[in-house]
């Protein structure tokens, strides 16, 4: 990011009044120092929304939504962060740089521009086909025979490409659109012999947008059976990449925030088909792969994610990895199974949307279904099939964020194979040690079971008295290093303090460095856990009880590896027990218990 834009940001940020911004969007009133309202990100009746206009924050104690005037807008008009701040300067009469582009940034902004004026263009041509010619009558009485009406068809624009080798290529060239360009877009194919031919034909014609609306690629569905393959995809483009691409995005995603549930199908006649019947907080993933950057799409709109993949094994196995991959975006997942070995367009058509709603009342947990999805896959009938999906459901298991979540499942999983319930805990616990040794790493360390409610609240002020005092961050390094936080994004976040500490203004450069998630967290931080008082016998204090909590979780650690030495017979029982004696006399020497 250039010096130009940075100025050109911190311009806009000082002029930006944040109570003023959120008042267009949240009814705020002013108690105390900060201004509250209902939260715009989630439904609340009673105001849990506050912004302080001091630190230019604002902070949800219903959704723990936080950040800057800069996230507020992002979160509101769902734009990139380089958009908001140009919202804001257009807002207030602040002039937009533009810095010179270099000979390759140049050609691939026309390129770009190219591609989108192609696409734009081919859905008109494929509607036109569709709506207005004799070709597209079997396809229009297609749509219309599944509950596909014209109110549907315009919001998706829907068309049809007719069975015809040249005639986009033909209808687009009198437009200006060379064959290099169509084919760049997805649109066209190379000719054996020169030329460029349609790649689309005989095929009712789906056009897939991004998040603002803009058209980046399309998909192609057969009306029969004949034809093969049955669906056809843009590929890859400068303009088209899946895994950053949610079907219906655009549409769904006012209905989204409002209802604050997000239901992800796989194909987007799966998505079309629940608009049509009236549910309309649907996005589909087009095909079974959910990504990473999928799920931050919708992290940005809701934390409440539903799964409805078809019911057959390949849909079953792609939500149990779709689950793995949302509760690691930081999202609640269920997942919804249709029943009758139908996929959601089939079942919605039959039976009809309330049917539907109640499938997805009825959704499971996310990781119950993982559980149980395993469970199924193994021969339970005998302990070794038992022994088997017990292995298999641990990694399941480890991604919990919370200990007593882990807890309840083991007790389940437990009735559930009538296995003793210490047995399932003990194969937890190996392979918690296994995959999180307590180590510091990356300034973090993992939080044990029942981990003590006085050290998370140690660290929570203490990085909040860090945030108001930047330049105390060294006076901590040392004890960090040795303990680090339990919460890794705490560590993170002390991380980039330490690297800006001796900044001139450093609460702007922190600013800069934090992702959409650590804004929520230092927001929520600044609104909850900034103490009064002296700020180094505070942050002696917090130290203190962070390192006395740190030599317990050793001496646990210690203590149960010296047991489970000496249960299997193995001499390094007495390293282990010499160790847990030195570090509970260190603990007794230190403070006393």
Known sequence: MSADFNDFKEQVRNSADIVEVVSGYVALKKRGRNYWGCCPFHGEKTPSFSVNAEKNMFYCFGCHEGGDVFKFIMKSENCSFSEAVKLLATRYGIHIPEREKTAEEIRRDRQRRELSEANELAVRFYQSCLLRTNYGKAALAYLEGRGINRQ?????????????????????????????????????????????????????????????????????????????????????????????????????????????????????????????????????????????????????????????????????????????????????????????????????????????????????????????????QNNVTNLAGKVEAVSNILPFLLECKSEIEVAGHIRKLAQRLTIDEGLITEEYRKAYRMKKPSAAVNMTRVAAPNMMTAENQAEAVLLAVLLEHPDMTADCQNTIEKVGFVRKDYGEIFQLLLSVQYEEKPAEKLTALLTDEQMSVVAGLLSRHVPDGDCSKIIEDCLRQMQKAFLEQQYEKHRLLADEFERSGDKRFIDELIESQRIQHEIKKLYGS
């Open 152 to 376: 549907i068809i315009e919001q998706f624009s829907i068309g049809y490409a007719i069975d015809n080798f040249t005639a986009l290529t033909t209808s687009l060239g009198k437009r200006g659109c060379s064959e290099e360009v169509l084919i760049k877009a997805g649109l066209a194919l190379p000719g054996r012999k020169g030329g460029a031919y349609d790649k689309f034909r005989g095929r009712i014609m789906i056009p897939i947008k991004d998040a603002r609306g803009r058209v980046v690629g399309f998909g192609g569905r057969v009306i029969g059976s004949d034809m093969q393959p049955k669906y056809m995809n843009t590929g890859e483009t400068e303009l088209f990449n899946k895994r950053f691409l949610l079907f219906g995005l655009d549409i769904a995603v006012k209905n989204i925030k409002a209802l604050q549930q997000a239901v992800v199908v796989e194909g987007y006649m799966d998505a079309i088909s629940l608009h049509a019947a009236g549910i309309t907080n649907v996005v589909a993933s087009m095909g079974t792969a959910f990504a990473a950057e999928q799920a931050k799409l919708l992290k940005r709109l809701t934390d409440n994610i539903v799964f409805c993949y078809d019911s057959d094994d390949a849909g079953r196995r792609a939500s149990v990895r779709a689950v793995s991959i949302a509760r690691e975006a930081g999202l609640q997942v269920q997942v919804a199974g249709v029943p009758n070995g139908k996929d959601p367009d089939e079942f919605v058509r039959q039976y009809g949307k309330d049917a539907f709603l109640e499938v997805l009342k009825q959704a499971p947990d996310g990781i119950d279904f993982q559980i149980e999805e395993t469970i199924r």
